[in-house]
Nanobody, 123 residues
Framework: QVQLVESGGGSVQTGGSLSLSCAAS???????MAWFRQAPGKEREGVAI????????HYAGSVKGRFTISLANAKNTVNLQLSSLKSEDTAVYYC?????????????????WGQGTQVTVSS
């Protein structure tokens, strides 16, 4: 089993920045890590993906150029830097891991999930 522990999040004003972090542990080996989000009344959507061995990234169009996903700590931690935040970025953000492979640009391939952390953007 893969365990995911998220940290960060909170409240910020429009145009501000915030950082999220997620530490992964356990087995089997993780091929990709990602962040998803779910706003009130909406379905969960993918935000960003990163391959743990290649560092290749993929972003949703709505966050491209504003959010940055990266790996740290011998690649068992994934960070998400959120910048130029908008009110529509308000959501619960979930860390996810894929042990299935073929996961870059494929939001359906994630099989482990964190508990979620709230991000609230207000004017």
């Amino acid at each position: 089993q893969v365990q995911l522990v998220e940290s960060g999040g909170g409240s910020v004003q429009t145009g501000g920045s915030l950082s999220l972090s997620c530490a992964a542990s356990g087995s089997p080996a993780v091929a990709c890590m990602a962040w998803f989000r779910q706003a009130p009344g909406k379905e969960r959507e993918g935000v960003a993906i990163i391959g743990t061995s290649t560092g290749v990234t993929h972003y949703a169009g709505s966050v491209k150029g504003r959010f940055t996903i990266s790996l740290a700590n011998a690649k068992n931690t994934v960070n998400l830097q959120l910048s130029s935040l908008k009110s529509e970025d308000t959501a619960v953000y979930y860390c996810a891991a894929s042990t299935l492979g073929a996961c870059i640009a494929n939001w359906q391939r994630f099989n482990y999930w964190g508990q979620g952390t709230q991000v609230t953007v207000s004017s």
